[in-house]
T-cell receptor, first 114, second 114 residues
Framework: GEDVEQSLFLSVREGDSSVINCTYT??????LYWYKQEPGAGLQLLTY?????DMKQDQRLTVLLNKKDKHLSLRIADTQTGDSAIYFC??????????????FGTGTLLAVQP | DSGVTQTPKHLITATGQRVTLRCSPR?????VYWYQQSLDQGLQFLIQ???????AKGNILERFSAQQFPDLHSELNLSSLELGDSALYFC?????????????FGPGTRLTVL
């Protein structure tokens, strides 16, 4: 089956690190993504990780993947007020014969306090 | 700017009506995906086209249909609209179908059914 879960809300202070967590169920997922959605805007691709990797770093973003536990996390270092948004975890799924559709989590609302 | 364009940005209509949402993929992208974002269902995959042919279907209602034209733009048709169809509809595109092929999202069309 396909299911992606995230905690709904995270509040941090400006300058702190934020860690957003995600769990997924499809063990055949090959790619996992993080997207950002600001109020009234579309989805912006932040980063992605291939399933044979444990970690990927991209400037202030660090993605950790624990394939055994099907757990993905996104760490944002030195969080800024401009990082306030909803963050979606997504897995690329070929479940049921579909090709490369994305299964999205519920989204985590990150609120950064000045 | 992802390079994916969607029109219109906003659409307000009445129950029972029919609307058409339009998407132009990024230059060179052959695959188009449609997603629906609503408060109760979250972000859900609807349908995928590749080079003019339907490739995968998700949770798409029978009242909804889509097509991809020879110039690769796509249209999503929603008919016999109900209040519950009010949502943000996203189009995404990718180059091919292969794994690792990133999907880039358009800004979305916000549909309000009154």
């Amino acid at each position: 089956g396909e299911d992606v879960e995230q905690s709904l809300f995270l509040s941090v202070r400006e300058g702190d690190s934020s860690v957003i967590n995600c769990t997924y169920t499809d063990s055949s997922s090959t790619y996992l993504y993080w997207y950002k959605q600001e109020p009234g805007a579309g989805l912006q691709l932040l980063t992605y990780i291939f399933s044979n990797m444990d970690m990927k770093q991209d400037q202030r973003l660090t993605v950790l993947l624990n394939k055994k536990d099907k757990h993905l996390s996104l760490r944002i270092a030195d969080t800024q007020t401009g990082d306030s948004a909803i963050y979606f975890c997504a897995e690329k799924s070929n479940y049921g014969g579909a090709t490369n559709k994305l299964i999205f989590g519920t989204g985590t609302l990150l609120a950064v306090q000045p | 700017d992802s390079g994916v364009t969607q029109t219109p940005k906003h659409l307000i209509t009445a129950t029972g009506q029919r609307v058409t949402l339009r998407c132009s993929p990024r230059s060179g992208d052959l695959s188009v995906y449609w997603y629906q974002q609503s408060l109760d269902q979250g972000l859900q995959f609807l349908i995928q086209y590749y080079n003019g042919e339907e490739r995968a279907k998700g949770n798409i209602l029978e009242r909804f249909s889509a097509q991809q034209f020879p110039d690769l733009h796509s249209e999503l048709n929603l008919s016999s609209l109900e209040l519950g169809d009010s949502a943000l509809y996203f189009c995404a595109s990718s180059q091919t179908l292969v794994g690792g092929d990133t999907q880039y999202f358009g800004p979305g069309t916000r549909l309000t059914v009154l």
